[in-house]
């Protein structure tokens, strides 16, 4: 366990204090996850997300608190397994898979946050146990999956040729009218489900996955061609998800 925190970098920049177990060591420890995860929980919390700022903190200072209490029994009494920051990991995983849903139009809510969670609680743990490189490196990469790749993932999604929406059409029996309009649109249906949320409402709610076909049609955004199907007679609503 020395040869691997003695190989962290800043940690032997900072010096021995850093690695022990001592007060300022701690504290050191608790500031640097209590700023990670303010700033994470702010930015989950902005985007309106599951979990926000409380919870991405409970989470970063718990993770690190079992982890600086497992280096404690590693290094004083002789334990060879993390086992509370294994428990912890553990715990947040399933703490994380409750925040994961599906809203009224049949989308997967929470995922990401579940999965930050997750990866808070890690970042935590390497922290607690003196990886302050290895900590401040995923750290800074779970930020950038977080903002930056947000952006190139819904670029990504524009360009596809395959996309999904939530469909309400004014009657039930109207899906043949719609699925034969859309064929000469140049789109192909991949997948049709009927919306249980909606089941009662006289509306015929489902989420539909298309492929674009035509060659034309490709080079137009999704937004266009979602205004142009909901302009039809037997179209009550349509949006992408």
Known sequence: MENIIASDQLADAMGAWSQGIGVWSIVLKIAVILVFTTILGCERARNRHAAGLRTFIVVGLASTS???????????????????????????????????????KNQLKGLTT????????????????????????????LMLCLTLFTHLEKSNKAHSNHFEVHLELKGRNL??????????????????????????????????????????????????????????DCVAYIEEI
């Open 114 to 141: 579940s999965v930050g969670l997750w990866g808070t609680a890690i970042i935590g743990v390497v922290l607690g146990l003196g990886l302050y490189t290895v900590a401040l490196i995923t750290y800074g990469v």
């Open 66 to 104: 079992v982890a600086i209490a497992d280096l404690y029994l590693i290094m004083a009494k002789g334990v060879s397994f993390p086992f509370l920051s294994a428990a912890t990991i553990i715990g947040v995983a399933i703490l994380g898979a409750n925040t994961i849903l599906f809203s009224s």
């Open 175 to 232: 899906l043949q009218e719609f699925t034969a309009t859309i064929r000469e649109f140049g789109l192909k249906i991949d997948d049709i489900e009927i919306n249980p949320a909606y089941a009662n409402s006289g509306l015929g709610v489902y989420t539909v996955s298309m492929t674009i076909v035509d060659k034309d049609l490709r080079k137009k955004p999704h937004a266009d061609l979602v205004k142009a199907l909901s302009a039809l």
